[in-house]
């Protein structure tokens, strides 16, 4: 049975900050990624990675403040935020696809190409 599971959302103060963790099971992924939506909005992604190559990409509005990190022997996607802002508002959302015919690139942050999803994990970033 395929499942993504998050974890470790919360509330934070601006400037704080706070790791999510999701744990995959039930298949080998080709992309991974975490991707929030805050109400009103469109789902955007924020930091993805290629399961095989390790290659990661950050949205504009995350790098340098956002660490996407994987650990293989527990099949796990963790991104740790720091200097966390009010904008950061959103569920996380953890996102994985089986196969990727595309070039690659920053067209893994879309979330147009991914299949699989967890149920997402709420951060609440306090001013």
């Known amino acids: 049975h395929v499942q993504l599971v998050e974890s470790g959302g919360g509330l934070v103060q601006a400037g704080g900050t706070l790791t999510l963790s999701c744990t995959a099971s039930?298949?080998?992924?080709?992309?991974m990624g975490w991707l929030r939506q805050a109400p009103g909005k469109e789902r955007e992604g924020i930091s993805c990675?290629?399961?095989?190559?390790?290659?990661?990409y950050y949205a504009d509005s995350v790098k340098e403040r956002f660490t996407l990190s994987r650990d293989n022997a527990k099949n796990t996607l963790n991104l740790q935020m720091s200097s966390l802002k009010p904008e950061d508002n959103a569920r996380y959302y953890c996102?994985?696809?089986?196969?990727?015919?595309?070039?690659?690139?920053?067209?893994?942050?879309?979330?147009?190409?991914?299949?699989?999803w967890g149920k997402g994990t709420k951060v609440t970033v306090s001013s």
């Open positions: 996102a994985a696809t089986t196969a990727y015919s595309g070039s690659g690139g920053y067209e893994v942050l879309s979330w147009l190409i991914y299949y699989y």
């Open positions: 039930g298949l080998s992924f080709a992309t």
């Open positions: 990675i290629g399961w095989t190559s390790g290659t990661t």
